[in-house]
């Protein structure tokens, strides 16, 4: 089933990661369930637990296809997931299906709560935006829909950087905030550079005085680099430098 | 980078061939290394202690072939020639390869005059095919040829062994780009 979306991505779920995760928590709450009483009938009184797990399938462009998931380890007390067991579940699949990825995670419930962040924030080191799938398992015979959620990730973040490195300021403003916030850009970028020349630096000088073995892998490396210095060589090109920074100063 | 990866095992592999071998052995030790299609640097074999022996020696031509290798150019070994091996061709190969790395040290743009000059080949042609097959395949350089002027943009070159003095100078270069001196 598609579905239309903020960040403009369809999404294709297959009828298998719904029925996994039905059954993952159908079997989890039949096992949580005490032996049912004689007086009551046996209704659980305590909320049904929440399953959680992993959802994986490919990404092609705008399309989000959902393939397969599985279950994962929980643990309620530091509303954490098993992290070594993830991973060695992850490899397997990699094995079986190695054209899956891991897409997000899912987990049961009638809404998404604050405390799922944590576990999306952690995910984020896999997949750096991952998708949420909900599903409702309380049965309401009134709705016609399945009852399953997919919630993407937002980045407010990346919508900025993004108007920086594509010179769309908000507004569509003057040229002026375009220049300006180009060469916002290019004035981080040029310090992450300076940073980077500075480390090389430090480990050159070190090799030069023989407090670390020269290491001559490294060494052809950065001559190779240097030897681009510099990119632009022309008298057209430093007149127009010049007079861009004039203006900007 | 990738250049580098790629070597990184055969420096391996001709380091510990240099550390067991002597005399008229690692003479063909020395052979082989610098015929390996492979292999584009030859520091790491220069410092090991048994090559280091061959000065003096009746085989010590063949300490003065890795040098050459390590740091000359066709030019170099022609004006040489007398005091050095014969060179096979897959050696011949390397060293115009390794010159070309020389050249694009100097300067990004290389007219096909010079090239040919430098590497002994007689038609525009036959440089093509050289800078083609023999260098940009091979990933030791990436650049553009450009026909109409007659020239090589190297956007790329592969790092050759650093000459004695050549670390000074990378440092001063190093310092100039940190503070935008040019």
Known sequence: MASSSSSGLTFKLHPLVILN???????????????PSAVNGGEATSPPPRVFGCVIGVQSGRTVEIFNSFELLYYPSTNSLDRSFLEKKQELYKKVFP?????????TGSDAEESDMHIHKALMDINESPIYVLLN????HAQKDLPVTIYESVEAERISVDHVAHLKPSDGGSAATQLAAHLTGIHS???????????????LLAMQKGDIPCENSLLRQVSSLLRRLPTIESEKFQDDFLTVSAFNS | MDIEQ???EHIEYFVKQASTHNGASLANVVTQATSHSSLFAFSEIIAVPSVHELQ?????????????????????YKSNAGHLPQLVPDQILKLKQLTVLTLAEINKVL???MLMQELDVTNVRELEDFLINECMYVGIVRGKLDQLRRCFE???????????????????????????RF
């Open chain 1, 137 to 140: 398992p309380s049965i309401n």
């Open chain 2, 154 to 180: 190297v956007q790329f070159a592969a790092g050759r062994d650093l000459r004695p003095g050549q670390l000074g100078s990378m440092i001063q270069t190093l310092t100039n780009w940190y503070y935008f």
């Open chain 2, 111 to 113: 007219p096909y005059d």
């Open chain 1, 189 to 203: 970028a040029i310090k992450m550079l300076n940073s980077r020349i500075r480390v090389l630096h430090h480990y």
């Open chain 2, 6 to 8: 790629r070597q990184a």
């Open chain 2, 56 to 76: 003096g020696t009746e085989n010590s031509v063949y300490l003065d072939l890795l040098k050459l290798f390590a740091h000359g150019t066709w030019s170099d």
């Open chain 1, 21 to 35: 995760i039905s059954d993952h928590y159908t079997r989890v709450k039949s096992q949580a369930q005490s032996p």
């Open chain 1, 99 to 107: 054209n899956f990825y891991i897409l997000g995670w899912y987990s």
